[in-house]
């Protein structure tokens, strides 16, 4: 009998701490250092001391984040860790402030390695900041809100975040990242709201993410190298972008980005590429875009190399950013504008190794058109719009 109660103990140990949490791992919840679960009472202190716990083990550890709403404010994360497996159980919601101010990142890690993060939800509370950028006044340049920064090992699996002030969760500067099955919301107006952001990181994959935003669903900056995006649901968004790209003469470039299977609904842009108009030693190469749907979405395909927001720094300039080797593959759905291929590439660097396979675009009731500028590729099989490469 006392062997059985043992079992039950033990099996109810591990249903706590979900299957992510193995038998003799050191585990710390926030709760066992104050933290508070009624969403009023500041938790970080608590959050921050169950980090410097589980990163100071010396074999793998859990920090426990229980049901309930934990009010966090600006967190940092910090490494180089003693343990070389760390896993963020999230099983409640950490809110944000109201207002984080000029915070740049609410939850950050840097300098991390081997730490997972698994399900729970971040809640930015970015309502206000987006209320005061909508009204024209001066305001406080708000907040990403999970971001991972000079890291490697990275795993972000069933996590909700929602009403994030800016970028919802970005990578940066990191290698071997996976985010999976992910879910973010934003309403379609607010600014700035990107759902996920890589930049300067290699090998990353993001996999069965669902993606409400304001601004791109993903979004892909300069120096990232060897991404994988695969079963992507967007809308509303404004695509997924490559870019903007250029903006600084010595950006690094893009290189070898996979999309695979995606649906865009209602969206601004579908599949994007988009560059300054101005010189620049960047690049975009070895890019597949392959089996999207598009819905009602108003430029399904495109690449724009004249990019210069309130015409300052870059009227009348020509994009440096060489774009080349990019394959469209098995693109088909519904143009919400007649134009539903655009490339509009750079005078002085034309686009080529342009490829169209197996496109079908739509336009109501009348046919949908092909627009180049400046572009040279192929097209095969069976191409609507007609292709103007």
């Known amino acids: 009998m006392a062997q059985l109660r043992s079992f039950i103990v033990l099996l109810l140990l591990v249903v706590f701490f979900d299957d992510h949490v193995s038998y003799g791992e050191a585990a710390f919840s926030i709760a066992d250092y104050g933290a508070k679960s009624d969403g009023r009472s500041d938790s970080t202190k608590s959050l921050l001391a169950a980090w410097e716990a589980a990163c100071g083990s010396a074999g793998s550890a859990t920090m426990h984040v229980p049901a309930g709403d934990f009010l966090v404010g600006q967190a940092t994360f910090a490494g180089p860790c003693s343990s070389g497996k760390i896993t963020v159980q999230i099983d409640g919601t950490l809110v944000s402030p109201s207002d984080l101010g000029g915070a740049g990142d609410w939850l950050l890690f840097h300098h991390v390695e081997g730490v997972s993060v698994y399900g729970g939800t971040v809640d930015g509370r970015g309502s206000s900041l987006w209320a005061c950028k909508a009204a024209g006044r001066s305001c406080a ?28 969760i970005v990578i940066d500067g990191c290698d071997g990242v996976t985010v999976q099955n992910v879910k973010i ?31 791109d669903c993903i979004s892909v900056g300069p120096g990232t190298t060897n991404l994988w995006i695969e079963q992507v649901a967007c809308g509303p968004g404004h695509g997924i972008s490559i870019g903007s790209l250029g903006k600084g003469y010595d950006e690094e470039g893009v290189e070898n980005v996979t999309v695979n299977t995606a649906v865009f609904t209602g969206t601004e842009n579908g599949l994007r590429i988009k560059t300054w108009g101005r010189p620049s030693q960047a690049f975009v190469k070895g890019v597949v875009f392959e089996h999207a ?20 720094g ?7 950013v060489k774009i080349s080797g990019v394959t469209y593959n098995d693109i ?3 143009s919400a504008s007649e134009v539903a291929v655009n490339f509009d590439c750079s005078a002085s660097n034309p686009c080529t190794g342009i490829g169209l396979q197996d496109i079908k675009l739509t336009y109501g009731n009348t046919a949908a058109e ?9 097209a095969s099989g069976f191409v609507v719009p007609p292709s103007c490469l």
């Open 141 to 168: 340049s708000g907040a990403s809100s999970l971001t991972f920064r000079n890291s490697k090992d990275i795993t972000i699996s069933g996590l909700t975040s929602t009403d994030s002030e800016l970028y919802h």
């Open 332 to 334: 088909h759905g519904s």
């Open 314 to 320: 870059c009227p009348d300039q020509s994009s440096g």
């Open 185 to 215: 919301t934003a309403p379609g107006n607010s600014p700035n709201t990107d759902g996920i952001h890589v930049q300067g990181s290699s090998h990353v994959t993001i996999t069965g993410a669902g993606i409400k935003t304001g601004d």
């Open 370 to 378: 092909s627009s180049c500028k400046h572009a040279d590729g192929t």
């Open 293 to 312: 749907v598009m819905q009602n979405v108003q430029n399904p395909i495109i690449i724009d190399q004249n990019y210069c927001p309130g015409d300052r």
